[in-house]
Nanobody, 125 residues
Framework: QVQLVESGGGSVQAGGSLRLSCAAS????????MGWFRQAPGKGREGVVV????????WTADSVKGRFTISRDYAKNTVFLQMNGLKPEDTAMYYC??????????????????WGQGTQVTVSS
């Protein structure tokens, strides 16, 4: 059974940084799409940044480009999200997600089979 375990959320002031981690276990292959999605209160879940574990190609939402970076440890089925220049509008529950290929729309939540429990990120002004 695939499990995703996230860590690294917390509270920070605007302009600060946080680093999230997500480790996948129970996967039968390392060739997966893994990424981060977020959901703010009263809003739908949205894609933030996704990486194709096999070759490292990434997809990033316009709202976080230049501020958020995803990286991977292919051997450990782990992804990291480095968040810099955080803004109050980045406040949300952040979820790690995984799906084997094919994934046609990497930033669309419906494409993903497996989800972590979420980690809260709060940015104060």
């Amino acid at each position: 059974q695939v499990q995703l375990v996230e860590s690294g959320g917390g509270s920070v002031q605007a302009g600060g940084s946080l680093r999230l981690s997500c480790a996948a276990s129970g996967v039968t292959s390392s060739v997966n799409y893994m990424g981060w999605f977020r959901q703010a209160p009263g809003k739908g879940r949205e894609g933030v940044v996704v990486i194709y574990m096999f070759n490292g190609i990434t997809w990033t939402a316009d709202s976080v480009k230049g501020r958020f970076t995803i990286s991977r440890d292919y051997a450990k089925n782990t992804v990291f999200l480095q968040m810099n220049g955080l803004k109050p509008e980045d406040t949300a529950m952040y979820y790690c997600a995984l799906s084997p290929p094919p994934v046609r729309r990497p930033l669309v939540p419906d494409e993903y089979n497996y989800w972590g429990q979420g980690t809260q990120v709060t940015v104060s002004s």
